[in-house]
T-cell receptor, first 113, second 114 residues
């Protein structure tokens, strides 16, 4: 897996956009960037993934830099329920299996009223 | 609700014992993954099965084993339990286990070894 670096923690005001950065400078051309989150001891939840282009779904937007060395997860209107640990993962191509996701420490996002 | 069911939710046992954790994947998903989460190690990938066959192996101890049955449910067997095996055990599933697939996680089994 490409090594990813994320800030340990971040705060965000409720209703504001939360921008979570991730550095993955060693990512290879065929590696996707995945984002998951884990709300206190629950199972991790898939958020979004992308390869080159920016992506958006009902949960978040993913902005990937042109050189693909970093990305930003954007929660457009953070709520208290978005308080969680957010993991940025760039798994290598294991011949068709992306299950060997390496979850680092992630970023603990605290959304405050 | 992710569609992945894990039982039991909580398990308390003693050192030296053996336990079995069960996972039912989302309907139609062929791949099942097992992860261990302890306070000091974070989420650790243990093993993956695809349609009954072992596909990938992570840091799984020899005391641990898993299997996936013809109906696609999976079991993780933990034997000769030690205090350090106390952790949250998550199961996840995906469709074909390819590179471009998202994993859906169950709510986990909290194992406490006393």
């Amino acid at each position: 897996d490409a090594k990813t670096t994320q800030p340990t923690s971040m705060d965000c005001a409720e209703g504001r956009a939360a921008n979570l950065p991730c550095n993955h400078s060693t990512i290879s051309g065929n590696e996707y960037v995945y984002w998951y989150r884990q709300i206190h001891s629950q199972g991790p939840q898939y958020i979004i993934h992308g390869l080159k282009n920016n992506e958006t779904n009902e949960m978040a937007s993913l902005i990937i830099t042109e050189d693909r060395k970093s990305s930003t997860l954007i929660l457009p209107h953070a709520t208290l329920r978005d308080t969680a640990v957010y993991y940025c993962i760039a798994p290598a191509d294991y011949g068709g299996s992306q299950g060997n996701l390496i979850f680092g420490k992630g970023t603990k996002l605290s959304v405050k009223p | 609700d992710s569609g992945v069911t894990q039982t039991p939710k909580h398990l308390i046992t003693a050192t030296g014992q053996r336990v079995t954790l069960r996972c039912s994947p989302r309907s139609g998903d062929l791949s099942v993954y097992w992860y261990q989460q302890s306070l000091d190690q974070g989420l650790q990938f243990l093993i993956q099965y695809y349609n009954g066959e072992e596909r990938a192996k992570g840091n799984i101890l020899e005391r641990f084993s898993a299997q996936q049955f013809p109906d696609l449910h999976s079991e993780l067997n933990l034997s000769s339990l030690e205090l350090g095996d106390s952790a949250l055990y998550f199961c996840a599933s995906s469709g074909t286990g390819g590179d471009n697939e998202k994993l859906f996680f169950g709510s986990g089994t909290q194992l406490s070894v006393l």
